[in-house]
C-alpha cells in the first residue's frame, strides 16, 4: 500500500532541500545554532514520528535571535544607548559584533535636541560634516568621512529616490532611529559613495498602546502639529499599526520666502503565526516652498555684485519662484522563518515623485538693476525597489554560522524637463516686484535628462562565531545599466558595467565589555562617459582598512568606540595627458586618499544623566593622484581636519503619563568645525564652536521643551567658491519650544 507522508513532514523534508541547494555543502552532521550536537535517534512509528515533530516545532519557535524578532529587538533597543543595529550586515547584530564604525541615534537623543532636520540630526555624529553644501530647504546633502553625496541616504535598509528635483527628504518625526554606516558599504548597498551611508529606520507598529500629540512653535514663525498613534487592532495582538502625521509651517530667512509641509506615514504589521509577520509602510509628504529655498542667510565679500544689500533680501518675484515636492512612497518587509535554521526577509518600496521648481536667477548687477533669467523645471520619478535574502542559523563542528544569501534590484527612472526664458529686471533700490513672469516654455542650456538606471546584485555573507571570535566574510556581485537621453539633443550616454565588492571582518571579545576588531570593505559608483578610444570607463572604487575598538559593558548604558582608518577613492576621472590643444579627454588614474581618527561615545550611566560626545581628526584628505598639476596633493576642499562635539542633558526619555513625575531637565551641547581649505586651496576658511541649549519641564503627562541651535547666533563659512567673490553661512540661531503629551 502506498503511503503518504504528513505535510509537516512534507515540509520538513522541502526545507532540508532548500537548505542543501540554497548554500554549499555544509558539514555532514549541521545543527541549527545552539542545540545540542548530539544526533537524535530514527524514529521508528508514527507516535515517535510525531513526538518528534512536535519537539521541533517547540524548539523552533522558542529559537533566541530569528529574523522574525527583529521589531522586538528593535523596540527593546530604543534608549538612549544603542547596541545593536542592522546597518553593518543586513541583520539584527549586536555593535560589539559589527567590525564597522556605526553610529546610531536614537529617538531618545532625536527628542532631547529637539532635532528640525538631517543637519541637526547628524551633527554630533563623528565623520559627518554639514560644512560642503549650503543648507538646503528642498533636501539634504552632507559629507561622511570627507566624501559629499546626496544619494546615501536609504529607510530601512533600501535606497531613497532620487532623480533631478525629486529627491526623497523625509521629515525627522518619521523616524524611530537614524543608523549611519562610515566607509565603503557596496556589499551591502550596491553602488554608494565611499564615505559611507545614512539609515533611517522608520516607526513601526507597536504592541503597547501608544498615544502622543507634539505641538511645536518657535522663531521665524514657526508652528507645527504632530501625532504618533500605535497599538493592538484586535484582542489576539495579531495585527498592530502606527499613524505617524505631521503638519509644519515657517518663514525663511529671505524675504517673501516660506515653507509648508504636511506628512503622514501609516503602518500595519499582520502576523497570522509566530514564524511570519507582513510589514506595510507606507509615506506621503508634500513640501511647498515659496520664494527662497536656501535656509542660509547670505553674506557677501567686499567687492562681490551684492555687497553691501540687506542680506534676507530676495532676487526673485514674489508669486512665481516656488518648489513643490509630492512624495507617495508604499512597501513592505515580509518576514518567515521556515524551521530551526533557515529564515527569509523581502523588503520592497515603490515611490512616485513629482517636483515642480521655478525661480529667477540673478545674472548681472549694474547702477543697481538686476538682469534675472526666468526658469522653470519640472521632474518625474518612478522607483522600485526590493531586498531579499535567506539567512541560516547553523552550527559545524565548533563554529557557528550566521549566514545570507540575497539579491536586491532597483529600477529607477526619471524625466526632468529644464525650460529657461527671459525675466523683467530687478530694481534692488526701489524693489519693484509684482512684474509680470511668463513661464518658460523652452529648453533651457542645462541638460533635460530621462533618464533608465537598473542594478542588480547578488551577495553572500556569511559570520562566524568560535570561542571568543567573531568573523564575517562577505562577497557581492553587481549589474548597473543606465541610459540617459538628453532631452534637447536626442543623445544617450550609456553606463553598462560590471563590480565585485567584498568585506572581511574579524572581532575579538577582550572580556569585560572591550571588543578590539580590524576590517577591509570595497564599495563602487558607475562613472559615465569614454576615452579618446571610446572604451567606456570602469566604476570608480573605493577600498578601505580600518582598525578599531568597541567598550560596551553588558550590564551597562555605556558605548564607547574608536577607529583609525585609510580609506581610497580609485579609479578617478583626471586630463588624459595625451591631450593637444582643446582637447578634453579623461583617463582613470586618478585618486583621493583619506586618513583619520574617529572617537565617539554615548552614556547613559549615571542618575539622569546622558552624554554624547564625538571628534574627528583627518590628517590626510588630498588628491593624491591627478594628472592636473594644480591639483596633485592639495587637499580636499570642505574638509575639517579637526572636528568635534559634546552634549549632555538630564532629560530622561519620556514615560508614561501615569509615571512621569514633575521636574525640570536641562541639556547643552558644543559643537567645533575646524578650519577648512578651498577647491584651490588658496582660500582658508575658519573654524567656528557652535552652542546647543535645552530646558524641559515635565507636569501634569506633558513635557515642554525648549532647544535653541547655535544659541550665539555664530556665522561660519560653508562653501568657497575661488573667483566668485562670496561665501555663505550658517542659519542664524533658531528657537522652538516643543509640548508632547503621551498617554
Given amino acids: 500500500m502506498k503511503r503518504n507522508m504528513s505535510r509537516a513532514v512534507q515540509k520538513r523534508l522541502l526545507y532540508t532541500l532548500l537548505g542543501s541547494s540554497l548554500l554549499w555543502h555544509l558539514p555532514a552532521l549541521v545543527y541549527a545554532a545552539g542545540e545540542?550536537?548530539?544526533p537524535a535517534p530514527p524514529a521508528t512509528h508514527a507516535a515517535d514520528e510525531q513526538a518528534a515533530e512536535a519537539t521541533a516545532g517547540q524548539r523552533e519557535f522558542k529559537l533566541e535571535g530569528i529574523e522574525v524578532t527583529a521589531n522586538k529587538a528593535a523596540a527593546a533597543?530604543?534608549?538612549?544607548?544603542?547596541?545593536?543595529?542592522?546597518?553593518?550586515?543586513?541583520i539584527d547584530t549586536p555593535l560589539t559584533e559589527t567590525a564597522r564604525s556605526i553610529s546610531v541615534i536614537t529617538r531618545a537623543q532625536l527628542d532631547a535636541r529637539g532635532v528640525t532636520d538631517l543637519f541637526d540630526?547628524?551633527?554630533?555624529?563623528?565623520?559627518?560634516?554639514?560644512?560642503?553644501?549650503?543648507?538646503?530647504?528642498?533636501?539634504?546633502?552632507?559629507?561622511?568621512?570627507?566624501?559629499?553625496?546626496?544619494?546615501?541616504?536609504?529607510t530601512d535598509g533600501l535606497r531613497m529616490a532620487n532623480g533631478g528635483f525629486a529627491i526623497s527628504s523625509y521629515d525627522p518625526y518619521s523616524f524611530e532611529r537614524i543608523e549611519v554606516l562610515r566607509g565603503p558599504a557596496g556589499i551591502l548597498y550596491g553602488a554608494n559613495n565611499p564615505g559611507g551611508a545614512i539609515n533611517q529606520v522608520s516607526k513601526r507598529p507597536t504592541s503597547e498602546d501608544l498615544r502622543e500629540i507634539r505641538l511645536q512653535a518657535g522663531n521665524d514663525d514657526m508652528r507645527s502639529a504632530a501625532i504618533d498613534l500605535g497599538g493592538a487592532v484586535n484582542e489576539q495582538g495579531s495585527v498592530l499599526f502606527r499613524l505617524t502625521a505631521l503638519t509644519a509651517a515657517e518663514d525663511l530667512p529671505a524675504d517673501y520666502s516660506s515653507a509648508k509641509r504636511q506628512m503622514i506615514a501609516p503602518a500595519l504589521t499582520w502576523q497570522p503565526a509566530e514564524d511570519t509577520s507582513l510589514t506595510i509602510l507606507a509615506h506621503y509628504q508634500k513640501d511647498d516652498i515659496k520664494g527662497s529655498y536656501n535656509s542660509n542667510p547670505y553674506r557677501y565679500?567686499?567687492?562681490?555684485?551684492?555687497?553691501?544689500?540687506?542680506?534676507?533680501?530676495?532676487?526673485?518675484?514674489?508669486?512665481?519662484?516656488?518648489f513643490i515636492r509630492d512624495d507617495k512612497q508604499i512597501g513592505y518587509v515580509f518576514e518567515h522563518r521556515f524551521n530551526a535554521i533557515w529564515s527569509v526577509t523581502q523588503s520592497a518600496r515603490h515611490a512616485d515623485i513629482a517636483a515642480d521648481f521655478r525661480y529667477l536667477s540673478l545674472d548681472s548687477v549694474a547702477d543697481g538693476i538686476g538682469k534675472r533669467t526666468a526658469y522653470y523645471s519640472q521632474t518625474e520619478l518612478s522607483s522600485d525597489v526590493i531586498d531579499t535574502h535567506f539567512q541560516a542559523k547553523w552550527s559545524g563542528g565548533a563554529v557557528d554560522h550566521t549566514t545570507l544569501l540575497g539579491f536586491d534590484y532597483q529600477n529607477n527612472e526619471y524625466r526632468n524637463v529644464w525650460l529657461a526664458g527671459e525675466a523683467p529686471d530687478l530694481n534692488l533700490n526701489s524693489l519693484n516686484y509684482g512684474q509680470q513672469v511668463t513661464v518658460p516654455t523652452t529648453l533651457?542650456?542645462?541638460?533635460?535628462?530621462?533618464?533608465?538606471?537598473?542594478?542588480?546584485?547578488?551577495?553572500?555573507?556569511?559570520?562566524?562565531?568560535?570561542?571568543?571570535?567573531?568573523?564575517?566574510?562577505?562577497?557581492?556581485?553587481?549589474?548597473?545599466?543606465?541610459?540617459?537621453?538628453?532631452?534637447?539633443?536626442?543623445?544617450?550616454?550609456?553606463?553598462?558595467?560590471?563590480?565585485?565588492?567584498?568585506?572581511?571582518?574579524?572581532?575579538?571579545?577582550?572580556?569585560?565589555?572591550?571588543?578590539?576588531?580590524?576590517?577591509?570593505?570595497?564599495?563602487?559608483?558607475?562613472?559615465?562617459g569614454t576615452d579618446r578610444y571610446g572604451n567606456a570607463f570602469e566604476p570608480t572604487?573605493?577600498?578601505?582598512?580600518?582598525?578599531?575598538?568597541?567598550?560596551?559593558?553588558?550590564?551597562?548604558?555605556?558605548?564607547?568606540?574608536?577607529?583609525?582608518?585609510?580609506?581610497?577613492?580609485?579609479?578617478?576621472?583626471?586630463?588624459?595627458?595625451?591631450?593637444?590643444?582643446?582637447?578634453?579627454?579623461?583617463?582613470?588614474?586618478?585618486?583621493?586618499?583619506?586618513?583619520?581618527?574617529?572617537?565617539?561615545?554615548?552614556?547613559?550611566?549615571?542618575?539622569?544623566?546622558?552624554?554624547?560626545?564625538?571628534?574627528?581628526?583627518?590628517?590626510?584628505?588630498?588628491?593624491?593622484?591627478?594628472?592636473?598639476?594644480?591639483?596633485?596633493?592639495?587637499?580636499?576642499?570642505?574638509?575639517?581636519?579637526?572636528?568635534?562635539?559634546?552634549?549632555l542633558d538630564t532629560a530622561a526619555p519620556a514615560a508614561r503619563a501615569d509615571k512621569q513625575a514633575a521636574g525640570w531637565g536641562f541639556g547643552a551641547g558644543l559643537r567645533y568645525i575646524g578650519s577648512r581649505q578651498d577647491y584651490y586651496?588658496?582660500?582658508?576658511?575658519?573654524?567656528?564652536?557652535?552652542?546647543?541649549?535645552?530646558?524641559?519641564?515635565?507636569?501634569?503627562?506633558?513635557?515642554?521643551?525648549?532647544?535653541?541651535?547655535?544659541?550665539?547666533?555664530?556665522?561660519?563659512?560653508?562653501?568657497?567658491?575661488?573667483?566668485?567673490?562670496?561665501?555663505?553661512?550658517?542659519?542664524?540661531?533658531?528657537?522652538?519650544?516643543?509640548?508632547?503629551?503621551?498617554?
Fill in 36 to 38: 545540542t550536537r548530539e
Fill in 444 to 528: 533651457s542650456p542645462y541638460t533635460s535628462p530621462d533618464v533608465k538606471m537598473k542594478q542588480t546584485g547578488f551577495y553572500l555573507q556569511d559570520q562566524l562565531k568560535w570561542g571568543r571570535w567573531t568573523a564575517l566574510a562577505a562577497g557581492r556581485y553587481d549589474r548597473f545599466d543606465q541610459d540617459t537621453r538628453n532631452i534637447k539633443t536626442d543623445a544617450h550616454t550609456r553606463i553598462d558595467q560590471n563590480a565585485f565588492t567584498g568585506r572581511l571582518g574579524l572581532v575579538y571579545d577582550a572580556g569585560g565589555g572591550l571588543f578590539p576588531y580590524l576590517s577591509y570593505d570595497e564599495s563602487f559608483e558607475g562613472q559615465a
Fill in 541 to 647: 572604487t573605493g577600498r578601505q582598512i580600518e582598525l578599531g575598538v568597541q567598550y560596551a559593558p553588558a550590564n551597562a548604558s555605556i558605548r564607547y568606540s574608536a577607529a583609525i582608518f585609510d580609506l581610497r577613492q580609485q579609479n578617478v576621472l583626471t586630463a588624459d595627458p595625451l591631450n593637444t590643444g582643446s582637447e578634453s579627454f579623461q583617463v582613470q588614474t586618478g585618486e583621493t586618499a583619506a586618513r583619520g581618527l574617529e572617537l565617539e561615545a554615548n552614556i547613559s550611566a549615571l542618575k539622569d544623566l546622558n552624554i554624547t560626545a564625538a571628534y574627528t581628526y583627518m590628517p590626510k584628505h588630498e588628491v593624491s593622484k591627478s594628472n592636473i598639476a594644480s591639483r596633485l596633493g592639495k587637499r580636499t576642499e570642505n574638509v575639517p581636519r579637526h572636528s568635534a562635539s559634546l552634549w
Fill in 681 to 743: 586651496n588658496t582660500v582658508k576658511m575658519g573654524g567656528v564652536v557652535l552652542t546647543d541649549a535645552m530646558v524641559r519641564y515635565d507636569a501634569g503627562g506633558w513635557r515642554y521643551a525648549l532647544n535653541v541651535h547655535n544659541l550665539f547666533d555664530k556665522e561660519y563659512v560653508i562653501g568657497s567658491w575661488t573667483g566668485s567673490s562670496y561665501e555663505t553661512v550658517s542659519p542664524g540661531r533658531t528657537v522652538r519650544l516643543t509640548a508632547t503629551h503621551r498617554w
Fill in 77 to 90: 533597543d530604543n534608549g538612549y544607548v544603542a547596541k545593536r543595529s542592522r546597518a553593518g550586515t543586513k
Fill in 301 to 322: 565679500l567686499r567687492g562681490h555684485k551684492l555687497y553691501g544689500y540687506p542680506v534676507t533680501l530676495f532676487y526673485g518675484e514674489p508669486g512665481y519662484d516656488r
Fill in 121 to 154: 540630526v547628524l551633527g554630533y555624529t563623528p565623520g559627518f560634516s554639514d560644512a560642503s553644501y549650503n543648507r538646503d530647504s528642498r533636501f539634504f546633502r552632507g559629507s561622511l568621512r570627507g566624501f559629499v553625496s546626496s544619494e546615501a541616504l536609504f
